[in-house]
């Protein structure tokens, strides 16, 4: 079956304790991305990768790293969470193709976290 | 920051009605996107749009690209219990790959 699977789904942890959350695609997409959800605001785009060791800021960059190593992997990193870190994170993916665009087709079912 | 202005903010409609949603921009957009999000999942891609004056169909849905490329619409005629969700636009400027989504309208439909 065809995902974009995100570990872990829920995540409470203490102020300055670095954390990865994982993102996963099986389906050889080039595209990824990372978004962050908060109430009121939609989705706002953390970094997004075009293909392997190619990743570039989206509109909220900061307090977070990513690392795209292979194709299938695109985990964020934050290195010292802070309690305006807590929302709900989505991965996603795409195919670099004319039919997608590079544009996100498929999100992953998301990573509720919580910094205290 | 937000740059995608998402109208309306909810809508409580009855069953049957159609819905119109719609998204502008002061800037430009190349790609314009529609999603639907239910309670705890992700988004999920309905429709998408490439070309200024598109107007693209996927079952009760209809969205077109607005000819000024600075904004876009979505239809859903017929609205069923199903559709309650939150939807979502997203735009992509020219020359870019960054994505800037829209802060969503909520939609509930009562049978």
């Known amino acids: 079956e065809a995902q974009v699977t995100q570990n872990p789904r829920y995540l409470i942890t203490v102020t300055g304790k670095k954390l990865t959350v994982t993102c996963s695609q099986n389906m050889n997409h080039e595209y990824m991305s990372w978004y962050r959800q908060d109430p009121g605001l939609g989705l706002r785009q953390i970094y997004y990768?075009?293909?392997?060791?190619?990743?570039d800021k989206g509109d909220v960059p900061e307090g977070y790293k990513v690392s795209r190593k292979e194709k299938r992997n695109f985990p964020l990193i934050l290195e010292s969470p802070s309690p305006n870190q807590t929302s709900l994170y989505f991965c996603?993916?795409?195919?670099?193709?004319?039919?997608?665009?590079?544009?996100?087709?498929?999100f992953g079912q998301g990573t509720r976290l919580t910094v205290v | 920051g937000q740059q995608l202005n998402q109208s309306p903010q909810s809508m409580f409609i009855q069953e049957g009605e159609d819905v119109s949603m719609n998204c502008t921009s002061s800037s430009i957009f190349n790609t314009w996107l529609w999603y639907k999000q239910d309670p705890g999942e992700g988004p999920v891609l309905l429709i998408a749009?490439?070309?200024?004056?598109e107007l693209t169909s996927n079952g009760r849905l209809t969205a077109q690209f607005g000819i000024t490329r600075k904004d876009s619409f979505l239809n859903i005629s017929a609205s069923i219990p199903s559709d309650v969700g939150i939807y979502f636009c997203?735009?992509?400027?020219?020359?870019?790959?960054?994505?800037?989504f829209g802060a969503g309208t909520r939609l509930f439909v009562k049978a």
């Open positions: 990768s075009m293909n392997v060791e190619v990743t």
């Open positions: 749009l490439y070309k200024a004056g």
């Open positions: 997203a735009g992509r400027r020219t020359g870019g790959f960054k994505t800037i």
């Open positions: 996603a993916s795409s195919p670099a193709d004319l039919a997608f665009g590079n544009t996100e087709a498929f």
